[in-house]
């Protein structure tokens, strides 16, 4: 999945320009800076990518989650309805805008069920939030639908799709606004960065403004901006956006090169008949970063990711159902309220009661599944070896748990 499997001379070259001059920071410094604004450059890019009328860079995936959410004025007294199998970062950014995140179940999509979206609607419902974990992408016509039909908006976290698209639009320009993550384990990395995309001009101005202290950038003299509103500081560094620059111009080399990977290992592992995969709303537009697989039972699954383990395979395979990042199972923190600032008693109350649900239906899919990595960096031969020894382990497991000969 990550871009940094393929980093190379190009970032080099786009994080020297920016050393040349010294100027490390997005804004000021007109003359200084020498014609290089990477940060500026990179936003043009995404636009151009992605097909989305702005883009506001910011410092991670989870600052471009807490500043859609501002901008989108979600706050005190919401509620934003986000899957039960996310990362802890879809999370952290409701709570930090002071919202309640209502967790509900997944299904074989591995992101929102559109009927327990439904199910979780309430008077204080404001945004619908899916995330298009894992590569592939949320039923966004079903919940277009029901933000349309409840007037609630839709916050795409694409984080972990950079280059997924539905019905031929990128994910995270289709809802009123979406977000990237450029983490180091991401598709496209800047080290560290995220972005907000919308379509909007004013959550666009908002945007620019919260994540830089609420500035209005209107003029050339930052000491002599104005503050519409309280912002915070989210910006990206040049440093981190001239990386992603170099990234971005290679992104559909990266996605081509996934996706070549992606098709050959499935059609390895489809000779398993036990084995389905994940359900994708939009097959031709899979960003294809992981290869993600059921089995027919928990007890299977486990022995196979032991059997995995023994064999040297498990490298690359995520169980997510035990992982501590990604799983409401594991989420102890969440689920007691657990915060180092005090919280209000009515929302830490809130939040126990809405992550304290039962799950049994996410239980029942995640439970099940396997997530695999794919590499930009493995040979055709590497992958049908690795997926033969994969099929030959499944198949071991499932003749010794009487499922097949
Ligand atoms: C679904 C999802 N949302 C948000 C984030 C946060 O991104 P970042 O690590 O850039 O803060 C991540 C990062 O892994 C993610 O997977």
Redesign the pocket.
Known sequence: MPGFELFGGEERKEVNDVLDTGILMRYGFDAARKGNWKAKELETAICQFFGSKYAQLVS????A?TTALSALGIGYGDEVIMPSF??V??FEAVLSVGAIPVLVDVDDTLTLNPEAVRNAITPKTKCVMP?H?CGGMADLDALVAICKEHRLLLLE?A??SIGASYKGRQVGTIGDAG?F???F??TMTCA???AVMTNNEDLFIKSDGLSDHGHDHKGVDRGADLHPFIGYNYRISELHAAVGLAQIRKLRQFLDIQQRNHTLLKSVLQQVPEITFRRIPDPSGDSCTFLSWFLPTEAITRAVITDLKEQGLLAGNFYWFDNNWHYIRKWDHLKNAVTLNALHPDMKAAVMQQTNKNFAASDAILSRCVSTAISLLWTEEQIKEKGERMVQSIRKVLAQQGVSA
């Open positions: 991670s995936g989870t600052a989650l996310t990362f970062a879809s995330v974990m976290d984080c972990q977000t993550s450029f983490d384990v991401k560290e960065g995220g």
